[in-house]
């Protein structure tokens, strides 16, 4: 069956630019998750998405990331006025979630950002 | 803070050797604990995950970890490692909330 599927699986762009990164999950997962990894470091948690209620934004570095997710499914991740740092691979995740916090994680294959 | 450290940073062994990576976090409350692999190329899978009950917990091609709560520590082992199992290897952590706190990863290279 269809796993998360992230697009574009690379972006290059100049800085100052506005990207937006876009995340399919499996259908029926009702968690989604922003991550990104950094040349070098470990995954670092962005936002999620659980079903209707309001999105954990915990994780997002500063007011230039932003990210929706519509009809409880498709999610955008936004990065205005990209800058050098934001270079990394940015990877979705999605889950069942609900009362189920156990449930696993599925990954997609990421986007791999390089700000010029 | 929490935190997850790995510190093995890259492995290297021969096929059929033995392999233990640790896992150590900081998180003091409950804990679920999991471990990731990544083969080149592709994306990050669940290689074996504990949430309660026996601390050793058995996964995927013959991997298997051991939680050891007052160590703080979530040790993954294979006993005879193959060619096939190269890849980068993630340990995580997720603590009361949602959020899963991943460590820096451990590159293995298996040589045959």
């Known amino acids: 069956g269809a796993g998360v599927s992230q697009s574009p699986s690379n972006k290059v762009t100049e800085k100052g630019k506005d990207v937006e990164l876009r995340c399919d999950p499996i259908?029926?997962?009702?968690?989604l998750y922003w991550y990104r990894q950094s040349l070098g470091q470990g995954l670092e948690f962005l936002i999620y998405?659980?079903?209707?209620?309001?999105?954990?934004k915990s994780g997002l570095p500063s007011d230039r990331f932003s990210a929706e997710r519509t009809g409880g499914s498709v999610s955008t991740l936004t990065i205005q006025r990209t800058q050098q740092e934001d270079s990394a691979v940015y990877l979705c995740?999605?889950?069942?979630?609900?009362?189920?916090?156990?449930?696993?994680?599925?990954f997609g294959d990421g986007t791999r950002l390089s700000i010029l | 803070a929490q935190s997850v450290s790995q510190h093995n940073h890259h492995v290297i062994l021969s096929e059929a050797a033995s392999l233990e990576l640790g896992c150590n976090y900081s998180?003091?409350?409950?804990?679920?604990l999991f471990w990731y692999v990544q083969y080149p190329g592709q994306h990050l899978q669940l290689l074996l995950k504990?949430?309660?009950?026996?601390?050793l917990v058995k996964g995927i091609k013959g991997f298997e970890a051991e939680f050891i709560k007052s160590k703080f520590s979530f040790n993954l082992r294979k006993p005879s490692v193959q060619w096939s199992d190269t890849a980068e290897y993630f340990c995580?952590?997720?603590?009361?909330?949602?959020?899963?706190?991943f460590g820096t990863g451990t590159r293995l290279t298996v040589i045959p």
């Open positions: 998180y003091g409350g409950t804990v679920n």
């Open positions: 259908s029926g997962h009702t968690a």
């Open positions: 995580a952590v997720r603590s009361g909330a949602n959020n899963l706190f």
């Open positions: 504990y949430f309660s009950g026996d601390p």
């Open positions: 995740a999605s889950s069942l979630g609900g009362t189920g916090r156990n449930q696993p994680q599925h």
């Open positions: 998405f659980q079903g209707n209620s309001a999105p954990d």
